[in-house]
């Protein structure tokens, strides 16, 4: 697959996006923002409901620019609570990135469900660990103020963890952080992993024969883990290859039910089957849910004939796990 078989509709914002990346990533793996603002459009809270949803900011540490934006449905039966790790190479977008608001809107409403969205740190102004502990404060934070934040429908005994690329990388990391840390309130009962951002030294097959496929190529995914890792570190450090040479065992760790979703033209679908298989070799459960003709990204577009069948998943696996 490449872009130019794909609508207009979607190759647009694509290109948009591609060529806005392109211009913004320097050699010295710097991000020139200034040209990056003029793409990353905004979109303020709105307590005006808008398409059955309102939403509002919440600032936890402003000294490192960490927030929330909770998107809460208009209806007030039970709903669980689905707290959002977003994508961008750990680089690109914040919560109220116009098109980070359109997804998370879009899932509230269909999965009719409380979503939370973590604005985060980006690299390469801050590398890691500076994402992982600000995701993980943030779950601290949501933990101990749940009956100020949320409202009395929301079941904090249904929670879910959902990220897409990069945000998944980071829930990986922070749900094993978070699983011997004794949350008082915050019961989550599964992850949903769309699309995780993993790597290695090694250059896998797909990496290879989806040279031409649409948002990554592995020089774009080469590009952020240089950003991203401090200067020595390579793509075998235990943040990016989390089943590598340098892997810590998880065996032990108590994580809940996963639904892993993987597309057929993602030239990181080799990861992210590697990771399906470690994890499984660990003893979790892990739902794995294939979508041949899906591209990186694919369920921010809602045209795709992909994206209500991995809603149908979404909430079929969240059903289950409630049901548990």
Request: contains cysteine; aromatic residues 12%; proline residues 6%.
């Amino acid at each position: 697959m490449s872009s130019k078989s794909l609508p207009w509709r979607i190759r647009v914002p694509l290109f948009i996006f591609s060529t806005a990346v392109a211009a913004c990533c320097r050699k010295n793996y710097t991000i020139n923002r200034r040209i990056w603002n003029f793409f990353d459009a905004k979109s303020p809270p709105s307590e005006t409901p808008r398409d059955g949803v309102k939403t509002s900011d919440i600032i936890i540490d402003a000294t490192r620019n960490l927030w929330l934006r909770l998107y809460i449905p208009t209806s007030t039966t039970t709903m669980p609570v689905v707290i959002y790790m977003h994508g961008g190479g750990f680089s690109f977008f914040t919560a109220d990135t116009m098109a980070c608001e359109i997804s998370c809107r879009r899932l509230a409403s269909e999965l009719n469900a409380i979503i939370i969205s973590i604005s985060y740190r980006l690299a390469p102004e801050f590398k890691f660990p500076c994402q992982y502990e600000d995701c993980f404060d943030a779950l601290k934070f949501i933990d101990a103020n749940l009956g100020d934040i949320l409202p009395p429908f929301a079941d904090q005994n249904m929670c879910f963890l959902i990220g897409d690329s990069a945000g998944r990388n980071l829930i990986h990391h922070t749900a094993v952080k978070a699983s011997g840390s004794g949350f008082l309130r915050l019961k989550v009962i599964g992850l949903i992993s769309i699309q995780p951002f993993f790597g290695g030294e090694e250059r896998t097959e797909s990496e290879t024969r989806l040279a031409g496929a649409p948002v990554l190529n592995v020089e774009l995914t080469d590009w952020f883990w240089k950003a991203f890792l401090s200067d020595g570190s390579d793509r075998d450090h235990p943040l990016c290859n989390v089943f590598g040479p340098n892997s810590n065992d998880i065996s032990d760790v108590n994580l809940p039910a996963m639904l892993l979703v993987i597309g057929g033209f993602d030239i990181l679908q080799d990861w992210q089957r590697k990771y399906h298989e470690w994890m499984r070799k660990a003893g979790k459960e892990v739902n794995l849910v294939e979508f041949p003709n899906a591209f990186h990204g694919f369920w921010g577009f809602p045209d795709l004939p992909e994206y209500p069948l991995f809603i149908e998943e979404v909430k079929d696996f969240m059903q289950k796990q409630s049901a548990k």
